[in-house]
C-alpha cells in the first residue's frame, strides 16, 4: 500500500510539472535522484519531447500534435547517470527539425543528428560539428544561434556549410592540416555573420590565431 501511495504521490508531482513522462524505479531508488530531465519541450509544431525511464530502460519520446509517439533515442540502463552526455541533447529547433548532440566521451569529440521533428526520422547525422556546444558543461550550450551548421571534411581538405532549412551546402577550401588537438575541430575557436559574410576564427598547430571569411550563398 505504501508503495502505492508513493507512486501516486509522484504522478501527481509529475503532471503538476506540466510533465508528460513517468520517470520512476523502485528496485533502483538512486535512478529517481538521478539528473534525467524528464521535463517536456513543446516545440513550435505542437511536436513535443521527454525522457522516461522505468527500472528496464532509460528512452527519449517524439510526440506530435497527431498524439503518435516515437521513441527516437535509448540509452542503456548501467549508463543512466551519463544520458545528458551520450543520449540526445536538444541543441536547436528548425522549421522542420530538430539538432540534438549525443554519444560524447568524457574527453573526445560529439556525435550530432538531424530529426523530422514531425515523424521523428533522422535526416542526417554529423560528427564533431565547429564553434557549437564544444563544452558539454557549459550551462545554456545548446544556444546556437546560426541556421547552419559546419564541420571540417578532412579527407577533402573542406569546410562544409550544410543550411538545415534549405538542405543546401557550401564547400570552402580548407586545406591546412589541425593535429595539435585529439579533436581538430576544437581548435575552430568562433563563429560570427554579418551581411552574409561568415567570419570563423581557429588556431593551428603553431598556436597563431587565423580568420577566414566565407561569403553565404544559401539557395
Same mark, same amino acid.
Given at each position: 500500500?505504501?508503495?502505492?501511495?508513493?507512486?501516486?504521490?509522484?504522478?501527481?508531482?509529475?503532471?503538476?510539472?506540466?510533465?508528460?513522462?513517468?520517470?520512476?524505479?523502485?528496485?533502483?531508488?538512486?535512478?529517481? &535522484?538521478?539528473?534525467?530531465?524528464?521535463?517536456?519541450?513543446?516545440?513550435?509544431?505542437?511536436?513535443?519531447?521527454?525522457?522516461?525511464?522505468?527500472?528496464? &530502460?532509460?528512452?527519449?519520446?517524439?510526440?506530435?500534435?497527431?498524439?503518435?509517439?516515437? #521513441?527516437?533515442?535509448?540509452?542503456?540502463?548501467?549508463?543512466?547517470?551519463?544520458?545528458?552526455?551520450?543520449?540526445?541533447?536538444?541543441?536547436?529547433?528548425?522549421?522542420?527539425?530538430?539538432?540534438?548532440?549525443?554519444?560524447?566521451?568524457?574527453?573526445?569529440?560529439?556525435?550530432?543528428?538531424?530529426?523530422?521533428?514531425?515523424?521523428?526520422?533522422?535526416?542526417?547525422?554529423?560528427?564533431?560539428?565547429?564553434?557549437?556546444?564544444?563544452?558539454?558543461?557549459?550551462?545554456?550550450?545548446?544556444?546556437?544561434?546560426?541556421?547552419?551548421?559546419?564541420?571540417?571534411?578532412?579527407?577533402?581538405?573542406?569546410?562544409?556549410?550544410?543550411?538545415?532549412?534549405?538542405?543546401?551546402?557550401?564547400?570552402?577550401?580548407?586545406?591546412?592540416?589541425?593535429?595539435?588537438?585529439?579533436?581538430?575541430?576544437?581548435?575552430?575557436?568562433?563563429?560570427?555573420?554579418?551581411?552574409? #559574410?561568415?567570419?570563423?576564427?581557429?588556431?593551428?598547430?603553431?598556436?597563431?590565431?587565423?580568420?577566414?571569411?566565407?561569403?553565404?550563398?544559401?539557395?
Amino acid at each position: 500500500m505504501k508503495r502505492f501511495l508513493t507512486i501516486i504521490l509522484i504522478s501527481l508531482s509529475n503532471l503538476s510539472l506540466g510533465q508528460s513522462s513517468i520517470c520512476f524505479c523502485d528496485e533502483f531508488p538512486v535512478m529517481n &535522484s538521478s539528473e534525467v530531465n524528464c521535463d517536456t519541450l513543446v516545440f513550435k509544431n505542437d511536436s513535443k519531447i521527454y525522457w522516461q525511464f522505468n527500472c528496464d &530502460s532509460v528512452w527519449l519520446t517524439l510526440e506530435n500534435r497527431y498524439n503518435s509517439k516515437t #521513441v527516437i533515442n535509448q540509452v542503456p540502463l548501467e549508463l543512466y547517470g551519463y544520458t545528458y552526455r551520450v543520449g540526445y541533447h536538444l541543441i536547436k529547433e528548425f522549421s522542420e527539425s530538430l539538432l540534438f548532440r549525443h554519444g560524447c566521451p568524457a574527453t573526445g569529440p560529439c556525435d550530432y543528428s538531424l530529426l523530422d521533428k514531425t515523424t521523428g526520422k533522422h535526416i542526417m547525422d554529423f560528427g564533431q560539428l565547429i564553434c557549437i556546444d564544444t563544452d558539454i558543461q557549459f550551462e545554456n550550450a545548446h544556444e546556437y544561434k546560426f541556421d547552419f551548421v559546419v564541420y571540417l571534411n578532412v579527407e577533402t581538405a573542406e569546410l562544409i556549410i550544410y543550411f538545415i532549412n534549405s538542405n543546401h551546402i557550401q564547400r570552402h577550401p580548407f586545406k591546412e592540416q589541425l593535429t595539435y588537438d585529439v579533436i581538430p575541430a576544437r581548435q575552430f575557436n568562433e563563429m560570427n555573420l554579418k551581411n552574409d #559574410v561568415l567570419t570563423i576564427n581557429y588556431t593551428n598547430d603553431e598556436q597563431q590565431v587565423k580568420i577566414i571569411d566565407i561569403k553565404l550563398k544559401d539557395k
